[in-house]
């Protein structure tokens, strides 16, 4: 089988941690895989063809920037995209006649290279739906549905309608999110939604008890305390004045430390707050690259994923695989309207407070403090092979 795969991310190989990268390798087994992201201005890189192996294309387009960079551009570049990878398809892999069109949102501006790939080779259209947007955006106060900033926001709107019209199956990452795209999209029928979540090779990331003292000692974190760690984006989907408030709040619980790792739009805001509290049990530090990151948050205890009370659309973080695989127990501190929360607690692998009360994550924070983690690792690691393994969801795919 012939497979395209679309995003704005650049891949350089296959053979790399992330849950796109972990499917495409599956993938590339037995299919021919046939991957397309980007190359933003900014890296200075031409548009460039990798082989990798027998079975794994990676083409990365040039394209104007979309990310980090001024309105003008960042919509030049959004209304540029898709006529750049539609020439860049045809070009260099001309001739390949697609069987499967695979594709995560966001971006939702792909939506003509999904339309004219899928009507020429008469291909299979799969949408992995990773967010809601532009909803997500309106949420947050990113976007409004008025004004002169609802004229964006029905662009957008107009596109993400388009794009599950286009799409034979859509795949959600839960429950919640399956119920919201049909409580909210009247014309999508019930058939061509499915459960298909993020997902993973399961791996133990896990350490022994000697090379978590040798981690903690080389990233200067304590060695007699329960480390609550949080890893990835900090931007305004995760409210960091939120996340500030509840720092303040267990600033003297002694037996337990936070770390905070990761860069993102509100990371000053964070690091402003490092540097004038000088508060004794929390650590911030910058990104890191994905391995060293992954071996560092295994020598912590405890995962921590924050989500804005404002949502009302029901996000699902990637970042929960990463602390599953080091088996982290998870603290998810997150709006009502998400599921992950629930699906963590009831697991039996962690705990779910709402990101409205400063003393609940307290209070949560305490429960982490006295509870059994082993027992809750083991559950959680037989839930990561039963629900999240690449093996296990790719056939759906095929179906």
């Known amino acids: 089988m012939n497979i395209l795969f679309l995003s704005l991310d650049n891949f350089e190989t296959f053979n790399r941690p992330g849950i796109y990268t972990e499917l495409l390798s599956e993938l590339s087994k037995n299919n021919n895989v046939y991957s397309v992201g980007c190359y933003e201005r900014r890296e200075g890189k031409k548009t460039d063809l990798k082989k990798e192996g027998e079975n794994a294309n990676i083409l990365n387009v040039k394209t104007f920037n979309i990310t980090q960079t001024n309105i003008v551009e960042k919509g030049i570049g959004i209304l540029r995209i898709s006529s750049q990878y539609k020439k860049a398809i045809k ?30 080779d008469n291909a299979k259209t799969y949408l992995m739906l990773k967010d809601i947007f532009p909803q997500n ?85 304590p060695l007699n305390k329960k480390i609550f760690v949080y890893g ?47 508060q004794e049990n929390f650590l911030l530090m910058n990104s890191l690259p994905k391995d060293e990151y992954d071996k560092m948050i295994a020598s912590c205890d405890v995962g921590m994923i924050f989500l804005d009370f404002r ?64 027992s809750k690792k083991e559950k959680e690691f037989k839930f990561l092979k039963e629900n999240y393994s690449v093996e296990k969801n790719i056939s759906k795919l095929f179906k």
């Open 91 to 120: 070009k260099y892999f001309k001739g390949v006649k697609f069987d499967l069109i695979l594709y995560p949102t966001p971006p939702i501006t792909l939506y003509s290279v999904v339309k004219y790939f899928k009507k020429r």
């Open 137 to 221: 955006a309106v949420d947050i106060g990113m976007m409004k549905k008025t004004g002169v900033k609802g004229i964006l926001y029905k662009y957008f709107k107009n596109k993400e309608k388009k794009l599950y019209a286009i799409s034979d199956t859509i795949g959600c990452m839960s429950d919640a999110n399956a119920k919201y795209i049909l409580e909210n999209n009247s014309e999508v029928s019930k058939d061509k939604v499915e459960f298909f979540p993020n997902c993973v090779i399961v791996k133990d990331y896990s350490v022994s008890e000697e090379e978590k003292i040798l981690l903690r000692k080389k990233y200067n974190l």
């Open 232 to 278: 990835g984006n900090l931007g305004r989907p995760q409210n960091i004045p939120f996340i500030i408030e509840c720092l303040k709040e267990v600033k003297e619980k002694e037996n337990a430390f936070f770390l905070i790792v990761g860069n993102g739009t509100e990371y000053g805001k964070l690091e402003k707050y490092f540097n004038d509290s000088k």
């Open 311 to 374: 949502f009302t659309i029901p996000n699902f973080p990637s970042r929960l695989l990463s602390y599953m695989q080091a088996k982290l127990p998870v603290i998810a501190c997150t709006d009502p309207n998400t599921d992950i929360g629930k699906i963590i607690s009831d697991g039996g692998f962690g705990w779910w407070c709402y990101s409205n009360s400063v003393k609940d994550f307290s209070d949560t924070v305490d429960k982490a403090l006295s509870d059994d983690l082993i």
